[in-house]
């Protein structure tokens, strides 16, 4: 079975085409970085309309690039939510129009879904069942997934998700939006121990967790800083390093937590910030020592991607859950609600 996936929940127009035998066949993804970054982040009217301008093109070069036509599509998955309201209907728009030109299935897929089986993508791909860490933009999440659909919410970020300590760290650092990348770019030169910031929750024994103390924390430090006239660049690389380690100490060690409370061996990284480097190998030394193993996603399929959404799709439609003729967006969506 052919799937065509559509991602439009924010500033990415992700297309792809996955077969259920052969694997992804072809994929494309339009990021709006570029037009959002003079606004310091994303405006939700562009984005509905970029999304508009961008996604049929893409679709025909995708299918072309798989070496089919439209009519070889099998079924298509789209994001559903969550994520803007206007983005999301673009995707859900165009979805459902193509499902009923051609007479094929349609079904809407929950974003976090979509990241949390991503690693499946991988070969090898890992078996159910697992601990999945979904760390993105919005999200910083651990959950006991036993097969698809079968998610049980383990521990959640009480504020700021990662993601967004990440990118408002960046910003208090003078970076530009998207902060979370030029802040791991940044840290690559900072030193360690320089400065010292928390380490939130660390040692409570829940598997909830908290960043917005640590941003705070940078922000009474570079304030600080400035006063005294020390916030050049080796000053701002120090506090990006530190704060990388404070966030990869908090996530490997609530990894760990969540691997022994659930009883499973594997665990499963998926999101925008599980493409972070320090990230990975820190996950990958300290769960192999305790005997398990860790899977990620290709670091294109960490951030938002239609490959994800044609495989949670693909699975979805294996497992017989379908969407009726009518069609709706959920901008706001607990995965863990069924
Ligand atoms: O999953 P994603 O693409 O979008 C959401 O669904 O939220 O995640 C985007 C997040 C942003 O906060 C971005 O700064 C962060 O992932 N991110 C990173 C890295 N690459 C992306 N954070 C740290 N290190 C990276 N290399
Ligand atoms: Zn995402």
């Known amino acids: 079975m ?5 991602e439009t929940s924010c500033d990415e127009t992700g297309v792809a085409l996955y077969d259920t035998e052969a694997g992804l066949l072809s994929h494309l993804l339009h990021s709006q ?4 970054a003079r606004y310091g982040g994303v405006v939700p009217e562009l984005a509905s309309r970029d ?8 679709i025909e070069t995708v299918v072309a690039r798989a070496g089919l036509g439209l009519p070889d599509i099998d079924a298509i998955a789209y994001t559903q939510g969550p994520g803007l309201a206007g983005a999301l209907l673009v995707g859900a728009s165009v ?19 979509g990241h949390l089986l991503s690693p499946l993508l991988a070969t090898p ?44 760290t960046a910003k208090l650092l003078g970076l530009a939006y998207p902060g979370g990348p030029a802040l791991a770019k940044l840290a690559e030169q900072g030193r360690d121990g320089v400065v010292t910031l928390p380490r939130p929750m660390l040692d409570a024994p829940s598997l909830d967790m ?21 916030l050049d660049d080796a000053a701002r690389a120090d506090i990006a390093r530190e704060f ?11 990894s760990l937590a969540a ?68 069609f709706d967006v959920r901008p706001r969506w607990e995965l863990a609600s069924g």
């Open 95 to 113: 979805a459902n129009a193509l499902a009923y030109a051609l007479g094929k299935p349609v079904i809407g897929v929950h974003h976090l879904e």
């Open 244 to 254: 990388e380690s404070a966030v990869v100490d908090v996530l490997a060690a609530k």
């Open 125 to 168: 791909a890992p078996a159910f069942p697992f601990v999945a860490l979904l760390v993105s933009g919005g999200h910083t999440q651990f959950y006991d997934v036993r097969g698809v659909g079968d998610y049980r919410l383990l521990g959640d970020t009480l504020d700021d998700a990662a993601g967004e300590a990440f990118d408002k």
């Open 259 to 326: 691997l022994a409370a659930s009883g499973h061996s594997t665990l499963v990284v998926a999101g925008g910030v599980g493409a972070n480097l320090r990230l990975r190998e820190r996950l990958v030394r300290v769960v192999e020592a305790r005997g398990g193993r860790v899977y990620f996603p290709a670091i294109a399929f960490c951030t938002d991607n239609g490959a994800m959404i044609a495989l949670a799709g693909a699975l979805r439609l294996a497992h017989a859950r379908q969407a009726g003729a009518a």
């Open 33 to 36: 970085v570029e037009m959002h």
């Open 51 to 58: 999304h508009i301008e961008r996604l049929v093109p893409l």
């Open 210 to 230: 908290s960043f917005s103390g640590l941003k705070t924390a940078v922000r009474v430090l570079t304030q600080r800083l400035a006063n005294e006239d020390r």
């Open 2 to 6: 052919r799937v065509l996936g559509i």
